[in-house]
């Protein structure tokens, strides 16, 4: 089967990253995570990575420390991530460049938007770093504008759950999933896909989200390739 996308932002969370264990970075779950890219980068599919740092430091429940310091601080757990997720990458002879918004040249290159494609057009992946570089900007929203800055097709949100629904499903066994929703409803309902200033940027940009969980094995491979799992974010929900 062909791809569906040529070229997609994968979004992971800092959570994913730790697996059962919660906190810091489980070995075995990282090397699933990269083998899963190394497949759809075979297809042909051209593949950015923005990782969140919650595994380490979530700068929003920081109680009593500065907002702007907390935040500079969650953007240094993401770079510590993506270092994981490039190592983990390259032990199985997939190309891979860090890219960080905050410069520290030792360790990875600067975002450079036509660089990064250019990486991308040769068959690398990028993983974007430190966020957007300025405190009060989530990686979610990160996603969003790296989406928009290098053409991306489509947003992979790799979730715990399998989609999103209309309340809590760990807690609420009665919660109801959506197969499809419109940027407006997400907004309009609350519901925690992204959040607010992430969602406007895709709905402006018109970059769908496809929200599903990892924790099925093949499972971004089954979203490239056209699968109907997870839930579906777009413009309208009449459209393809």
């Not at 040769?122 to 989530?138: E, L, M």
């Amino acid at each position: 089967m062909r791809p569906k996308y040529k070229r997609i932002i994968l979004k992971l969370s800092g959570e994913a990253l730790a697996g059962e264990k919660g906190f810091g970075i489980d070995q075995t779950t990282i090397e699933l995570i990269a083998k899963q890219i190394k497949e759809i980068t075979e297809l042909g599919v051209q593949v950015a990575v923005v990782v969140g740092g919650g595994n380490f430091w979530r700068g929003r429940s920081s109680k009593g420390m500065d907002r702007t310091t907390a935040d500079y601080m969650g953007m240094l757990a993401t770079v510590i991530n993506s270092l994981a997720l490039q190592d983990a990458l390259e032990n199985i002879n997939v190309l891979t460049r860090v890219q960080t918004a905050i410069e520290m040249r030792q360790i990875a290159e600067p975002y450079i938007r036509r660089k990064a494609i250019r990486h991308l057009e040769k068959g690398r992946v990028v993983i974007f770093a430190a966020g957007t570089g300025n405190p009060y900007f989530s990686t979610d929203t990160t996603a969003s504008l790296r989406a928009a800055e290098i053409e991306a097709e489509v947003i992979l949100l790799a979730k715990k759950v399998d989609g999103v629904y209309d309340s809590d499903p760990m807690e609420n066994p009665n919660a109801k999933k959506f197969e499809k929703l419109t940027y407006i409803e997400v907004l309009n309902k609350g519901l925690k896909v992204m959040d607010s200033t992430a969602t406007s940027l895709c709905m402006d940009n018109k970059i769908p989200i496809i929200v599903f969980s990892l924790r099925e094995p093949e499972n971004i491979k089954k979203v490239i390739l056209g699968e109907n799992i997870g839930t579906y974010v777009k413009e309208d929900r009449l459209c393809d």
